[in-house]
């Protein structure tokens, strides 16, 4: 059944993005599906997925930018409405970059990058498709357990962190357009990343298979509660963040 709504998902290529427009298809909400270059993995993946039964059965719209640059986000939104979509009902920030770094090697490039990407580049896409909620609706914000927790080499988490606060801030700031802005703070994810990042931390994930508890959370597990806040049936929940990690965080 066609919902009759549009759902708007940066960095939808691939990983979580792509498992959060798959969900949502199969409710029957149109896309737009957000991608950062013309050509490579995340591309040639949406372009096939154009191709299936499910992209077929609602309408999805590949929109190409890269959002750590402003222009780009304008151009971007502009031309939505060349493509016939000049309403949005749901924006889901899922896109994220950032250099693996200690702080002390992180280069004022590598914060312009990490900002740029992660906070400055959410805020804009946030300033560019409000306008296009002119029913209200939702806005989700992704988060990682590095808002909270300390990770070797992690940069995004302070960037998490803010996040999730921004998700507070729009809360209020949006009330009266009546738009409602929560985040999901993931843990680790089945996703692309993932063999790197056990590399990356190889005695925390040795703790982790040490221990009874699942731990690898499936992007799909957080694409059901991304859809849980945008429907009706989460109304009561405002300007907050779900944590989603199997409860790994409450071990010491
Ligand atoms: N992986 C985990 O364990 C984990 C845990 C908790 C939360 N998360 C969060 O979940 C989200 C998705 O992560 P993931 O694991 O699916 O994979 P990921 O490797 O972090 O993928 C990020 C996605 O964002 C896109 N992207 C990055 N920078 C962009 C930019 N400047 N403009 C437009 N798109 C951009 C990427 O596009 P390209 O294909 O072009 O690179 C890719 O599609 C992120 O917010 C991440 O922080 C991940």
């Not at 409602?180 to 996703?191: K, P």
Request: proline content about 4%; hydrophobic content about 40%; aromatic content about 8%.
């Amino acid at each position: 059944m066609k919902k009759g709504e549009t759902v708007f998902i940066t960095g939808a290529g691939r990983g979580l993005g792509f498992a959060i427009a798959e969900k949502f298809a199969k409710e029957g909400y149109d896309l737009v599906l957000n991608y950062r270059k013309p050509q490579g993995k995340s591309c040639a993946n949406l372009l096939r997925f154009m191709k299936s039964d499910l992209a077929n059965s609602v309408k999805v719209t590949l929109a190409q930018a890269d959002i750590s640059e402003p222009r780009e986000i304008e151009k971007m939104v502009t031309n939505l409405n060349k493509d016939g979509v000049d309403e949005i009902n749901h924006l889901v920030l899922n896109a994220a970059s950032a250099p693996f770094k200690h702080f002390g090697d992180m280069t004022r490039n590598d914060w312009k990058l990490l900002l740029n990407s992660n906070l400055i580049g959410n805020v804009t896409c946030v300033n560019n498709i409000v306008p296009l909620m002119k029913k209200g609706g939702t806005i989700c914000v992704i988060s990682s357990c590095g808002s909270r927790r300390v990770l070797n080499k992690y940069p995004l988490g302070v960037m998490k962190a803010a996040l999730e606060q921004l998700t507070s801030y729009l809360e209020i700031e949006l009330y009266s357009k009546n738009i409602r802005v929560n985040s999901v703070c993931a843990g680790f994810l089945n996703t692309d990343v993932f063999p790197f990042l056990t590399e990356l931390w190889p005695d925390l994930f040795q703790r982790y298979k040490d221990q009874p508890r699942r731990w690898l959370v499936e992007p799909e597990e957080i694409a059901n509660i991304v859809s849980f806040l945008a429907s009706e049936q989460s109304s009561a929940i405002r300007g907050t963040t779900i944590v989603a990690d199997l409860g790994n965080m409450l071990e010491p």
